[in-house]
């Protein structure tokens, strides 16, 4: 086979030599022929004429060529009568071709006999058909005598031999101009396989096996105009198809390599003609907020107070000043561009690992205050950087530092470096120190979570981050970073803000809490005009407020209590109450052991064990015990041998639930708090979490324990349902929140059931015998027989409260007559006066069916009197705290015969029976009668604890 990429056409090894020329040349060779075909005839190259009529796999008398088919018939008797088997080289020079190969095809009237001239390559093929009628004849050389099955297809199948374009006289050899694609080297094209380029194939593309090798190779040329083929396009002739997909794709991914270059270029260089640079008195637009109950009417409108920005050059602020802002802010401020990549790079990294913190830095904070503000979004984003760049490109840093240290927040209602340096320490920001300028430095992230009168930790912790800051970065000496003292600062002072001073002040600031964890910064609240909805109701507000004023009238000063009541069914908190002082200190945001009140995640841990423990099953309540190694005693000596647990859960048995919690592990106490909805971290918990030895607050309380009234579906907690700025933006919008299946409602209702009879044994039922699930909780003083915290937590179908009762040093909590208070004491009463006005025009609902799981309780046993405490005798009593006189009217028994019924059913009067003269008419002990015969003025009797029961 010759190689069709040499251009002299000379035979490969061990094939014929080149014939010698003879001595009349013949006409030039025809331009259409395939290559490796010469228009010399075989007789002029062997000497000898070729027989008249032979054709290409025939004999000159019509028979085969091998002389074994019948005349006629193709080679080794494949194919039709007429057609040809595959091409063989011709005979060398002198010799006539050997037997079995077929001789020269004619094509027009002349001889095809392979070439073996050694003179050039034959030019390209001329346009038109002149040059067909003027073609010489011509054989192939080299060419295999390869049967038609052995032959493989341009796919490496095997496909037939083709054949050659025969000459008909009007239909020309090839299309002008055309080259052969898919072929091998050295073979002739076909009408039936070979591919004319220019016109497609169906079903079928391939690339050349081989680049064009210039005139006379194979395809001559480039196929169009006759020119030699590129080395691009032999280059490209010679890739494979995952070489061509890999080129495509490279290409593509330059081009987004490009766009990603040139786009943020183009982009910047947009912004930085659009945008402007901003002025600081851009920041000192501030709007009046507004917070509104759920009913719509206003609860406060937040108005920033007056003259709270004092503009004052950089040269008045001390050099050590301007270095703690540097350091706590951006430490990079003074070589940066305004922006910082690595920062932002860094901050996006943390973030996606679901971390905190920003890469702005200060020029980008100052843009972010005063014009682009706090909206997430790229957009945002984009303007800040842009707008950044531009300052850095046109102010100094100076000036940049100046307008930001005049216009950033610094929490006390104080925007800029002076006016904080009057709010924390009363004087003039030139007279600060190092150590006071690093608080105010550590301010700015979190000016109300990090002021030293919230969280002086917190605060301390900000306050030594920015002056090892400002040691790293040379800006303090070591020696003074040592005598450095964290500095006291002056206590909040009363502004005009419009925030209430009463208990309602504690609801402005969980409210904002709220909204920071949304997103929502106190300098959107002071600046873009917000109206925020919220969840509190304002009847219910006040009735708890009400509750808790009255009950703790009289009592002991250092007794300070807090009340969160939420609705199971939507999560809405409809009243909180942290104290009535509301600049003072939140206590429904303390955190305070609930002693017995966790118990009923004991039980649903137990509930969940498999095997399950029932409400059934008997535990050795006695007291005291050994359980784990630790002493453990029930309160006030209560004593139950043999107990199943609901009995004591009733009675509170501490050995009981110990037992239990010890047997299902204390991490799975823990777990089923969480699984409720409390939200401390509750950690290293041992068997004491049985008891309630870990830390919670009263919201935690209430929302878990409204888990198990909404059989088992939690709902977030939460204030505010909707924030929508003065000019229509929406930034929040809760809705109604998103249920979640903690626990199934046969879980639920089981941990209700257990629950049941605690109000009643505890003497606070609620009024019109209504169906309540409640735990009182007491937490035990160091002192022997005294304690420390006291709480009631309970619910109904509509509404969940947490009381607790404590003080703020953590000593013990007294009455005024000196006994301890326990969970069914104070707290229980502040519970129970909530309830019932509460729930006073709401429907009585039942709690869902249950189903017991594991081992059921035993059957009730059936109901016995209990002596009420404040009334042992009975009848014709009037007591107050135990002491009892005789009712001179006669007619107040021991059922609230005189309380049309909603006396609760014990006479729990405590000397505020507005008892009429008449007896019998019904009075409904509201306190609005009290001047009937002058003798009962509502409050001389001592206590006035429960004025509105039954109302």
């Keep these: 086979m010759t190689d069709d990429r040499r251009t002299d056409r000379r035979p490969v090894s061990g094939s014929a030599a080149p014939p010698r020329p003879g ?80 001789a020269p095809h004619p094509v027009g009237g002349r001889h095809l006999e392979p070439s073996v001239d050694d003179g050039p390559t034959a030019p390209n093929r001329p346009n038109g058909a002149a040059a067909r009628s003027a073609a010489a004849p011509a054989t192939r050389v080299g060419a295999p005598a390869t049967r038609l099955d052995e032959r493989p297809d341009s796919w490496g199948a095997e496909r037939p031999e083709p054949r050659l374009l025969t000459h008909d006289g009007a239909r020309p050899l090839a299309a002008t101009g055309a080259t052969r694609i898919g072929g091998r080297p050295g073979t002739a094209p076909t009408v039936a396989t070979d591919v004319v380029q220019g016109s497609a194939a169906p079903g079928r593309t391939r690339p050349p096996d081989d680049p064009p090798s210039g005139p006379g190779g194979p395809g001559g040329g480039d196929g169009s105009d006759g020119e030699p083929p590129s080395r691009r396009q032999a280059k490209l ?209 979190a000016p109300s979570k990090w002021d030293p009168a919230v969280d002086r930790a917190g605060s301390e912790q900000r306050w030594n981050y920015v002056l090892d800051g400002m040691v790293d970065q040379k800006w303090l000496s070591a020696a003074d970073r040592k005598a450095a003292v964290f500095p006291d600062v002056l206590p909040p002072s009363a502004r005009k803000t419009g925030i209430p001073d009463n208990d309602r002040g504690h609801i402005v600031s969980a409210i904002k809490d709220e909204l920071a964890s949304y997103g929502i910064t106190e300098q959107q609240v002071n600046q873009e005009g917000l109206k925020i909805e919220t969840t509190i109701d304002p009847k219910v507000q006040q009735q708890a407020a009400d509750a ?107 050995t ?21 909805g409390i939200s401390a971290p509750l950690t290293g918990p041992t068997g004491g979490i049985a008891i309630g030895d870990k830390e919670v607050r009263p919201g935690d309380m209430a929302s878990a324990y409204a888990t198990f009234a909404a059989d088992g579906i939690y709902h977030r907690p939460h204030m505010v349902t909707r924030v929508t700025t003065a000019d229509g933006r929406i930034l929040y919008d809760g809705g109604v929140t998103a249920p979640e299946q903690r626990m199934s409602q046969q879980l639920a209702r089981n941990v209700t059931e257990s629950m049941l009879d605690v109000a009643s044994h505890s003497q606070i039922p609620l009024a019109a015998g209504r169906p309540v699930a409640s735990k009182t909780g007491t937490v035990q003083s160091s002192q022997q027989g005294q304690n420390n915290d006291a709480w009631t937590v309970g619910y109904t179908p509509q509404i969940s409260t947490a009381v ?33 006005q509460a729930l006073r025009n709401e429907p009585v609902q039942q709690f869902s069916d249950f189903e017991a799981i594991g081992t059921p309780p035993a059957p009730p046993a059936p109901a016995t009197p209990t002596p009420d405490p404040n009334n042992p005798n009975g009848n014709n009593q009037i007591c107050v705290n135990g002491v009892c006189i005789p009712n001179p009217n006669g007619q107040n028994g021991n059922n609230g015969q005189n309380n049309n019924g909603q006396n609760n059913g014990n006479n729990q009067n405590n000397g505020n029976n507005q008892n009429n003269d008449n007896g019998g008419n019904k009075n409904k002990n509201n306190g609005g009668n009290g001047d009937n015969n002058g003798n009962n003025d509502n409050g001389d009797n001592g206590g006035d604890l429960f004025p509105d029961d039954g109302g």
């Design 23 to 102: 001595p009349n040349p013949p006409p030039g060779p025809p331009r259409n022929l395939p290559p490796g075909w010469s228009a010399v005839p075989p007789s002029e190259r062997s000497g000898q004429p070729a027989p008249h009529g032979a054709a290409n796999g025939q004999a000159s008398n019509g028979h085969a060529a091998n002389g074994q088919g019948p005349s006629g018939q193709a080679l080794n008797g494949q194919g039709r009568t007429g057609q040809s088997g595959p091409p063989a080289p011709g005979p060398r020079p002198g010799q006539a071709p050997p037997p079995g190969r077929p």
């Design 237 to 445: 002739a010679a890739l494979t198809p995952r070489q061509r997909r890999w080129r495509r794709g490279r290409r593509i991914g330059y081009v987004v390599v490009g766009l990603a270059i040139l786009g943020p270029i183009l982009a910047f260089a947009i912004g930085w003609i659009v945008f402007r640079i901003p002025s600081p008195d851009d920041a000192t637009n501030n709007q009046v907020a507004t917070i509104d109950y759920s009913d719509g009417s206003t609860m406060a409108s937040l108005a920033q107070a007056q003259g709270n920005r004092i503009k004052v050059p950089l040269t008045q602020v001390p050099v050590w000043v301007q270095h703690a802002v540097a350091s706590a802010e951006d430490r990079s401020f003074y070589t940066n561009y305004g922006f910082d990549p690595i920062g932002i790079a860094r901050a996006a990294w943390n973030q996606a690992q679901g971390g905190t913190g920003g890469g702005s830095t200060i020029t980008q904070q100052y843009v972010k205050n005063v014009l682009v503000g706090d909206e997430h979004s790229y957009w945002r984003k984009y303007r800040e950087v842009v707008i950044a760049a531009k300052i850095n490109q046109e102010e100094s840093k100076d000036q940049i530092l100046e307008n930001y240290l005049n216009t950033i927040y610094f929490g006390r209602g104080a925007y800029g470096i002076q006016a904080a340096s009057q709010a924390y320490y009363g004087r003039d920001v030139s007279t600060l120190t190092p150590a006071e300028g690093a608080v105010l430095a550590g301010l700015i992230q």
């Design 548 to 654: 808790a004023a009255k009950t703790l009238q009289g009592q002991p000063a250092n007794l300070r209590t807090a009340l969160v009541s939420e609705d199971p069914r939507t999560g809405a908190v409809v009243a909180y109450y942290g104290g009535s002082d509301g600049s003072g200190f939140d206590y429904a945001q303390t955190s305070r052991q609930p002693g017995s009140s966790f118990k009923p995640f004991v039980l649903l841990a137990g509930l969940e064990r498999n095997p399950p423990i029932g409400l059934g099953t008997t535990f050795d309540g006695s007291t005291p015990q050994t359980i784990a190694g630790t002493k453990v005693e029930n309160s006030d000596g209560e004593s139950c041998p043999n107990c199943d647990l609901k009995t004591a859960m009733t009675l509170s048995i501490n």
């Design 656 to 676: 009981v639930f110990y037992q239990l919690g010890v047997q299902v592990g204390p991490q799975k106490v823990a777990d089923a708090a969480h699984q409720a």
């Design 804 to 836: 607790w009762v404590g003080t703020d040093d953590n000593s013990p909590i007294k009455t005024k007559g000196g006994a301890p208070i326990y969970g069914r004491g104070v707290p229980g009463q502040i519970w129970q006066k909530f309830m019932n």
